[in-house]
């Protein structure tokens, strides 16, 4: 019976190889992460993809907070003048931003932009609280979300909005903001590895792709299962850009006015587009265990016969108790084959059966959604085995997410070796760059790939820039993003 049904269940999404934008929209409605609004390009997110961003934002809220850094929040709207005042910045957001022109009946005197980034917001107020090098650093960050109006939108991976944080800090010398801007982002890859499993290339954006005012954008990339890049957070070194454009200043050490050195930081709800795309296959979601919103799910079998509800009752407070998530779905309308597929859709990592021969044998079966693996646990001492085998799966997933990544990374000698093998089997392509920026704008425009970053682990594989021919000292990632 519950073969049956999960082979009914698995019609039901569409297979990655078939058509892998189909697949994504496919699992996230299944599983019901999210719901289209009236709005377009505007996403509900239910509770199931909620919580997932609050694990999220608890992990690197409390890394934030251990390096010092404290939460404010400044205003949704942001008025044009401000946002005109950083030539570079404007340009960059222009097409992108959403205006408010009226007040109830009233047109406004000044439009108002909805906040795509906050850096103008921000250095408005810190012109106004800055006024010596005593007071610095400034270390805050904001949770909250951005709209930007995007063309073309998919769920978690490019909505008109989204949520994320984002930090804006101050510094007294260059030297303090390079620190700043690299520990924010290593705060970044921490998080993608020891929460949602996903090994990053880290490295520097090139000039042409580093964010709007930025003097330096650093990232970190993730490979989806389609070979295609995800930026999946970045940290920007804002230099003096901002502060003189917004006349923040400060009495320096020998008395002298002086301008801070400023940078920001975010990492967004497209995240959890990353972990669909990096760990899901075609039965639905895989979760990592230190992300997932249910950590273990308990399915009673022949949950009438005496004493089995009161025996997983007891296997879900000792669950609790050393801090698992864990659901007990002892309800009575759908059968056991039928939670099986739903709990295995939703990525749960561990579904553990208990029915009356269990008990009497003192085990229980215990199935893996990463590896669909199933085998019996003794059940005296079943919580401590629980936290062992939570902590492997997510190290089994990270290395599995791993070889996939690097099986997906090619080198080639030419350009046309480059485009066959985009075309064939796309990833990551490592090559040396000459660090031309109109050579990096031909190939985006010939094949749509974008230099994804320059890595801080650099390679010698030659001499010469594939693309033109000119000498090469630097290699880079490059690839097809989202």
């Not at 019609?11 to 709005?39: C, G, H, N, R």
Request: aromatic share 10%; charged share 30%.
């Amino acid at each position: 019976m519950a073969k049956n049904n999960e082979k009914e269940f698995v019609k039901d999404i569409t297979t990655m190889e078939e058509d892998f934008a189909q697949w994504y929209t496919d699992v996230i409605k299944k599983t019901d992460l999210v719901d289209y609004s009236p709005v377009k390009g505007f996403m509900v997110i239910k509770p199931y993809g909620y919580a997932m961003w609050e694990n999220i934002q608890a992990f690197l809220d409390r890394r934030f907070k251990e390096t010092g850094h404290q939460n404010m929040y400044f205003p949704l709207l942001i008025p044009e003048s401000l946002l005109n005042k950083e030539k570079e910045h404007v340009e960059g957001f222009a097409p992108e931003v959403a205006w408010v022109t009226h007040g109830g009946n009233e047109k406004l005197a000044e439009r108002l932009c909805v906040r795509p980034t906050s850096e103008t917001i921000v250095c408005s107020m810190y012109s106004k609280w800055l006024t010596s090098y005593r007071e610095l650093p400034y270390l805050y960050n904001q949770w909250c979300s951005v709209v930007r109006w995007e063309k073309a939108t998919r769920p978690f991976l490019r909505t008109s909005e989204f949520l994320w944080q984002e930090g804006h800090t101050l510094h007294e010398t260059a030297e303090e903001a390079q620190i700043e801007t690299l520990k924010m982002l290593d705060i970044y890859r921490e998080m993608s590895e020891d929460l949602l499993a996903i090994p990053m290339v880290v490295g520097r954006k090139s000039d042409r792709e580093k964010f709007a005012g930025a003097e330096a954008t650093y990232t970190i990339e993730a490979l989806m299962h389609d070979g295609k890049a995800l930026q999946s957070g970045t940290s920007h070194n804002l230099a003096q850009h901002f502060t003189k454009a917004f006349d923040i200043t400060f009495q320096g050490r020998s008395g002298d006015l002086e301008y801070p050195h400023h940078t920001s930081w975010g990492a967004s709800t497209r995240l959890i587009g990353g972990v669909i795309m990096v760990h899901g296959d075609n039965r639905g979601l895989v979760m990592p265990p230190r992300l997932a919103p249910m950590q273990v799910v308990i399915v009673p079998i022949a949950q009438k016969k005496e004493g089995v509800i009161e025996h997983v009752k007891t296997i879900e407070q000792e669950l609790r108790a050393k801090g698992i998530r864990v659901k007990l779905d002892d309800s009575a309308e759908n059968s056991p084959g039928w939670k099986f597929n739903e709990y295995e859709m939703k990525g749960v990592p561990i579904r553990i059966e208990v029915g009356p021969r269990d008990i009497e044998g003192g085990v229980v079966m215990v199935a893996r959604r990463d590896t669909l693996e199933k085998s019996s646990m003794e059940r005296e001492g079943l919580s401590d085995s629980i936290v062992v085998l939570l902590d492997q799966i997510h190290s089994d997933m990270f290395e599995r997410a791993k070889k996939d990544r690097d099986a997906k990374t090619f080198t080639f000698d030419t350009y046309d070796e480059f485009k066959e093998k985009m075309t064939s089997r796309p990833g990551f392509a490592k090559t040396m760059w000459c660090g031309d920026s109109q050579c990096e704008e031909k190939v985006k425009a010939e094949t749509g790939v974008t230099i994804r970053c320059i890595p801080f682990e650099q390679e010698n594989l030659g001499d010469v820039c594939p693309f033109c021919g000119k000498p090469a000292n630097q290699m880079v990632y490059m690839a097809k993003a989202y």
